[in-house]
């Protein structure tokens, strides 16, 4: 009997205490209908996707559903209402689980190469250097063939860059040469690295293991 009572106050206490941690999320709405007549979409994922952030100011909230917004550089989280509400707070990093595989990004607001959206996909967290992608989207108009009527699509690049330990930063090709050629202080052990384990520079995790393994030098 003791130990029955015992699991139902442990058990109200963590209810309570997830209850009141999912309340502390502090939202602001957002404008709504602001991509009408779009074709495509301007999230990473369409739908909801289970994640966490990290604030500027260093709260961590868990288990939230989220959107990333690739045109405006914007985190969001779903209300309880299913309102689209964002941080009050700015996010300076966050994690997406699409189908239970973490995805992280980081805020890194010195590389210029990108208009308004800071978050970077973090690939490889090394300390000499980390392995940054940036998929950016932007708004194009146009006409098919024939046709006089304007449609407009978002339009998605990718991109990728080394991030020195130091804040320098390079923005690169994924291949050999344009890796080597940044990373030219360990070049004789990552030629042989590539030999032995047959680098595909056509696959991030490949490229990642490399730039990985060049951490460990």
């Known amino acids: 009997m003791k130990k029955t009572i015992l ?27 602001k991509y009408v007549d779009v074709v495509g979409t301007p999230y990473l994922f369409e739908n909801w996707t289970k994640g966490e952030v990290t604030l500027s100011d260093g709260k961590n909230y868990k288990d939230l559903d989220l959107k990333y917004d690739q045109i405006e550089g914007i985190v969001f989280f779903k209300g309880k209402n299913g309102a689209d509400l964002g941080f009050t707070s700015p996010v300076k990093s966050f994690i997406l689980y699409p189908n239970n595989i973490a995805m992280s990004f980081i805020e890194v607001p010195w590389i210029k190469e990108v208009d308004k959206d800071p978050y970077f996909e973090l690939l490889n967290d090394g300390k000499k250097v980390k392995f940054l992608k940036k998929t950016m989207k932007v708004i194009r108009e146009g006409k098919a063939y024939g046709s006089a009527t304007t449609t407009k699509t978002f339009s998605e690049n ?4 080394l991030l020195k330990a130091d804040g320098n930063y390079a923005k690169i090709k994924k291949d050999k040469k344009a890796l080597l050629g940044v990373l030219n202080d360990k070049s004789a052990e990552l030629e042989q690295y590539i030999k032995d384990k047959k680098t595909n520079f056509k696959e991030d995790a490949s490229v990642a293991a490399l730039v990985e393994y060049y951490n460990t030098l």
Not at 158 to 161: E, H, I, V
């Open 158 to 161: 990718t991109a990728y860059y």
């Open 7 to 33: 699991y139902v106050v442990l058990f109200l206490i963590a209810f309570t205490a997830r209850a009141q941690y999912m309340q502390d999320v502090n939202g602001k709405p957002l404008m709504a209908g």
